[in-house]
Each structure stands twice: as C-alpha cells, then as structure tokens.
C-alpha cells in the first residue's frame, strides 16, 4: 500500500493522514446498487474490475448480494470494520448514515450525496451538522457533493467518473485533486489519450473535513507519484496549503494548479459550486509563487504541465532556450515569444555553429534559431548531430526541437530525438505540429514531453525554470511583546482605529523610525511643539473618523514660523469642521517635515484565507493612482522583501536613476520584515497602514511620516 516518505501529518500543521481514505484495506458501499449506470452501482463494478485486493462490503437492505458480492443490510451487519464507506443515499439520510458508520468502527467516509452547503440555505446548515458528527467522531470525511476519490497503483476506485470505465485507464505518476468532480474526469480523460499514467484521481466537493491541502499533501508523500495537479476554486486555510506545499518540496515533488475564481464574478460563481472559500486572487498568486507552486493559466497548460513533469525531466539551470526547428517561420515565432515569456535566445557559442554547419543544407541557418530546413526528411542523423551538439553547448539551457508537418522518416527521427536526449542533464522538449500522430506517445514513452503548438512547448519550458522564493522565516529586534500591549488596551476600551501619533508609537516599539512631534490641542501647544522638534513641520489632523487627511483638508505642509503654525492650526479646524463636523477629533498633529526624501507606503492587510499580506509600493498621495504596488503573505524574510522592492515600477528611482542620491534600500527591507513579524503575532491587526513611509539616502534610514491601524473584534 502508501509508504509516505515522511512524517508530515500531525495536529501542528493541520494536515491530516489519508491513508484509510485513499489505501482502505476494505470498503463499505452503502446505497450500493446493482446497475453500474447508477452512482450506487458503480463503485463495486469499478473495483472488481480493477481488481481492488481487499474487502468489498456492499451495504443496501433492498439486496441480498449484488451481481454476486453478499449485500448487507446495514453496515452494523457487516463482519469487520471498513476502512473506508463510500456513503451514496439520499442527504437526508447522509448525517444517520454516518452515525451508523461511526458505531461500526469505519474511521474515513467519501460522500457522493450533493444537497449540503453548495445548495446554501438548510442545505448549510445541514453540512454544519454533518462536520459536527465527524469531528465529534473523529472522522475523516471526503465530501459531501464529490465524485469520489481513487488510487489506482491500489486498484481502489472509489470515484465514480464515467472515465473510469475504460478497461485501458493505467496506473502512473500523477497525483490530481480536483474541487469539481466533473473536471477530476476530463483530466483523467485527458490523460489517458496522452498516454499518461494517473496514480489518484481525488475529487474534494464541499470539503467538510479532508481539503485540497489535505490530499496534496497525502499524495505528494507517496514515493509513485512524480507530480501533484489541481484544480482550485478557493480553500479555507491559507497556512494549512502552506504547510502541504512544504512538504510536497522536501519530497521533491512539483505541485501544478489550475487556480478559478480569479475575478470577483467568477469568485462568486465558485463560491456557489461547491461552497469553498474564495478570497482575492492577487494573494493566492502570490501564495503560490512564495510556496513554490507552479500554476497553470488556462486547461490547455495545465494538461501541458502535468504531462511535462510527469516525465520528469532535467530542471533547467537558466533561461536560455536553443531552437532547432524545420521552419523558418516557426523560428521567428518563437524568437518573438521567448522574451515575452521571460525566457532568453541566447547565441550559440561559435564552436557549436560551427559543428552544425558541418551537416546542415547550405541554405539552412546555424544560428539559434537553428533551422535545418527540409533536412528531417531524409537524414534524421543529421538532426541528430545538430541536436546533440545544441544540448552540449554551454550558452543554452534547455533545447525546443520544433518540427512541423513531419509524415516521413519518422521512427528514425525519433531514435534520434531519444539518443541526444541522453548526452546530459538538460531538458529537451519536442514540438510536433501536424505530424505523424504516433511520434508523440512514442517520444513520451522515453520521459520526452511533446507538444503540438510552439506557444505551449515555450510555457511548458518556462515552468522549469521558475523556483519559489525563500521559504525560511526572519524576525530582527524590536519589541513585539510591547506593541501587542498597546493593541490590547486599545481593544479593552473599545477602540478599532488607532490615530497617527498611537500607531507611530507602535511602530516605534517593532524599531520603526518615525517623524518626531506629538498632538496639540490648541494652536498654543502647536507652537511649542514646533520649537522642539524644529521648522519646517507639518500639521495633520488627529482623528479616527478620518482616513484621508488630505481630502478633508486636514494637512498643512512646510510650516517654518510660529505664527504660520498657529494659523495652520486654525484653518486645519475650520476644513475639517466643515468636512465632517461629527468627526472625533484629538487634536493636531505637529511633526518634523522630512524634505528630499522618497514617499513609499508598507503595511499589512489580513487577508480572510491567508491571513497577514505584506505591502509595499509608491506612497503618498498618488499612491491610488500609480498602481504600484507588490504584496507577500507572511512570513517574509529579507530577501522577499528585496525581491518585492525590486519590482516596484519606481525602483530605478529607489537605486539612483536620473541624478536621484540612492535610497536605502536595506531599511526598507527591514521595515517590511518588522511588519511581517508584526502581523503573524497579532491576530487582531486588520489592517496597518504607512503612508507614507520616507526612504531617505543610502545609509539614512526611514521614517514613517503617516501611519494608521485598525484592529478587529
């Protein structure tokens, strides 16, 4: 059965242990029927017929056995405990059902009956139920609303797509988990028209208590699975997911997903399909890029993908991409596309040119991309030489061998193709458009991928060359325990919305440099602030009902004199009396102006799926407008927070372009790092805004001029 190659299940990470859900060594089919056309009927032929070793307990009071397998009357009658029940009755037997379960000792469930949280209504409330019964039991649950699950290295189909009923579906390295039962199917199908193996096909429906996270996990711990697949409307638990993507990298094994739900329309729409969660998908495609998932675009690169590492091969070591090719035309295509795509045509080094000359036609071109014309036709060692000499060159990384409309000459193209893919660890992926139909399964059946259109075979290459980022967290010095006082006393009174001067004083204590000055109540105290801080400063009002100061006139900038900070004073008051005169306000704010400096904005936004998003873009008032901006989910490390810097739109300006001093690049990376630090140990932080946050030269530091928090209940 599944030797997992870790202990990766405990109650620390969420993740639980499938085996008896996905290698049962005896199942219990109750609502079995005898006609295979029926959801009830098709579990037992599926198993018979693919031989499945253990225990089939058919459970159905209507029957006294089923196409010649004993039929019992309820699970109470059969004589031992099931591994596993795959429940197929009404929903409003479904919660009985699994009591009768519980008390028979089965441990895992897969429930088929659709009705529950998808319906909305009592059928949520129904599904509340029915989590409560199994956690109350211990239970693991799959379902309710899926198609079922099926490890076929264990010949156990407990899923009941109709592709499963084909006598040539075979066993093989690829572990898919699907939120949509019907789609579980097409990638089965597809999959077996490629010639592909599938070791699960999951389907997780309404996810009561088994999760995406939960099978991605299971199976990327199973020694015959090669690669994970997916396709994800919305999960619950955004650390849960984490922790499962952990432990599909130390096993070495890719994830791929194909992530819907993206707008706020289609979001809806999934949230509808099976009642999964579906947060904002900026922060699920940032998840997936910080925990090392490769995800698909559309269904077309996800079959792509899947099939590509399920050949395993090579990882690439860069992004130069040599093309071989008998189409000029497909050559400048793909010359187009590489740099679209963030892939490199580099040169080929001269002594490979040269090599490639010596057995190319003379109107060929022995420059990537290589094109060697009719060639193939009839000297398929010819393609050969060039393809063995592009693999060795040491300006490439990965090898595109595109042939269109390719009828002749084929087997021996093909042996070709398989020695040079033999001379080293680097990947060779092979476009075969409008050919002879049998190349491609013949190259997949020597771990080559084979692509019929240039466009997917470029995607699929630049998947391998793509690598999470850091994983490890970071926390640097600051008084983390005195802030979260702060934010404890201000929940104790009752207040959700810190002002300017409580949050600065906040970010104060995480080591967070900020303006100096303090709030004034009259236009008295405002002057003796200004003499201690020193001119010019800046006023801005003090109030917690007010979250654009500017827009309320609530700001006065560069104030050098006494009189003119008095008069700021009073016509700060007058504007925002006249903006909002129910707004609570605590004062003024005097603070020391920071001038020649660059205006970002960091902070935290919890997210309800992943929990604390760090942020960093263009601040200041344009900040809006600029639509500059990178986020990362917590934790983060010094690195992310340098690789989010570095793709801010203004960072050229941050690094000195045009006569700018250059910036301090490392405080802000700090600052990014005491938030994301910040955030995990707050949970009642919602939200934490700088704005903005001044990065002065190299070596100066920062220092937040703005900054307001919100907490939640």
């Known amino acids: 059965m599944n030797n997992h190659r870790s202990d990766s299940f405990s109650a620390a990470n969420g993740l639980r242990d499938l085996t008896t859900l996905l290698s049962p060594r005896s199942i219990a089919i109750v609502g079995a029927t005898p006609d295979p056309s029926r959801v009830g009927g098709r579990p037992l032929s599926f198993l018979r017929r693919f031989g499945f070793l253990g225990a089939i307990y058919p459970v159905n009071p209507k029957y006294g056995d089923i196409n010649g397998v004993r039929c019992y009357p309820s699970v109470a009658d059969i004589p031992a405990p099931a591994d596993m029940a795959i ?57 309710p609303n899926c198609q079922g699950v099926a490890n076929l290295h264990d010949r156990m189909i407990a899923n009941f797509s109709s592709t499963l009923s084909r006598d040539d579906i075979r066993a093989g390295p690829i572990g898919f988990v699907s939120q949509s039962g019907l789609f579980a199917g097409i990638v089965a199908a597809e999959c077996h028209q490629r010639g592909l193996g599938l070791g699960y096909l999951n389907s997780t429906g309404n996810e009561s ?46 994830v791929i997903i194909l992530k819907v739900g993206r707008s706020d329309e289609s979001a809806r729409a999934a949230a509808s399909h099976t009642g999964s969660m579906a947060g904002t998908y900026e922060v699920y495609r940032t998840a997936f890029r910080q925990w090392g998932v490769i995800e698909a675009d559309d269904v077309t690169e996800l079959f792509d ?36 795509l963030g892939l490199e045509l580099p040169k080929l080094d001269p002594e490979t040119s040269d090599r490639i000359m010596e057995k190319l036609p003379a109107f060929g071109s022995a420059q990537n991309p290589v094109d060697f014309t009719l060639q193939a036709l009839s000297d398929a060692e010819a393609i050969g030489w060039h393809l063995k000499h592009m693999v060795s060159d040491p300006n490439v990384d990965v090898v595109l061998a595109f042939f269109g409309v390719q009828m002749l000459n084929v087997d021996a193209l093909c042996d070709e193709i398989i020695k040079a893919n033999k001379v080293n660890e680097k990947p060779i992926v092979v476009g075969w458009m409008l050919g002879d139909p049998s190349m491609p ?29 850091t994983m490890q967290e970071e926390i640097l010095e600051g008084d983390v325990d005195g802030a979260l006082v702060l934010v404890t006393e201000a929940l104790r009174n009752a207040r959700y919305q810190l002002g ?39 006023l801005k009002i003090e109030s917690r009902d007010i979250g654009h100061k500017s827009e309320a006139g609530g700001v ?82 010094k690195s992310d927070a340098y690789n989010m810097i570095a793709e801010l739109k203004t960072y050229p300006l941050l690094k000195g372009a045009r006569g700018h001093p250059k910036c301090d690049i490392d405080a802000i990376a700090d600052t990014l790092v005491r938030l994301s630090s910040f955030a995990l140990a707050a949970e009642r932080i919602s939200e934490l805004d700088i704005n903005p946050l001044m990065v002065l030269s190299e070596g100066a530091g920062v220092c937040a001029a703005d900054a307001l928090i919100a907490l939640q209940d």
């Open 305 to 340: 993908l899947i099939e590509l590492y399920s050949l395993s091969p090579p990882p690439s070591k860069g992004p130069r991409v040599g093309i071989l090719t008998n189409s000029g035309g497909i050559g400048v295509f793909c010359a187009d596309k590489v740099g679209e």
């Open 500 to 538: 300017e001067y409580e949050s600065k004083q906040l970010l104060s204590l995480l080591g967070i440099s900020v303006t100096q000055g303090n709030v004034a109540k009259n236009p008295e105290h405002a002057v003796v602030i200004a003499e201690e801080v020193g001119y010019p400063v800046v």
């Open 209 to 254: 208590i088994v999760d995406f996270a939960d099978m991605v996990a299971h199976m990327a711990s199973d020694p015959r699975i090669r690669v994970v697949a997916g396709y994800m409307e919305g999960i619950r638990d955004g650390r849960k997911l984490r922790a499962a993507l952990a432990v599909a990298r130390n096993n070495e094994t890719p």
């Open 87 to 143: 429940i197929a009755v009404p929903a409003a037997h479904v919660i009985e059902t699994m009591r009768a379960c519980q008390a028979a000792g089965i441990p895992s469930m897969t429930i088929y009956t659709s009705g529950f949280s998808e319906m909305g209504g009592d059928g949520a409330e129904l599904e509340e139920e029915l989590k409560a019964v199994a956690e109350a039991g211990g239970s693991l649950v799959c379902g």
């Open 556 to 637: 006065r900038l560069g104030v050098e004199t006494p009189l003119a900070v008095a008069s700021a004073f009073e016509d700060i008051q007058n504007s925002v009396e006249s903006f909002d005169p129910n707004a609570v306000v605590d004062g003024i704010g005097v603070y020391k102006m920071v001038p020649g400096a660059i205006e970002l904005i960091a902070g935290v936004k919890r997210d309800p799926v992943f929990g604390p998003v760090i942020l960093v873009g263009s601040g200041g008032i344009m900040v809006e407008m600029l639509h500059d901006s990178v986020v990362r989910v917590a934790p983060i490390t």
């Open 441 to 469: 399964d013949r190259l997949r059946q020597e771990q080559i991928p084979c692509f019929g259109d240039p466009l997917r075979a470029l995607k699929a290459i630049r998947s391998l060359i793509s690598a999470p980022l």
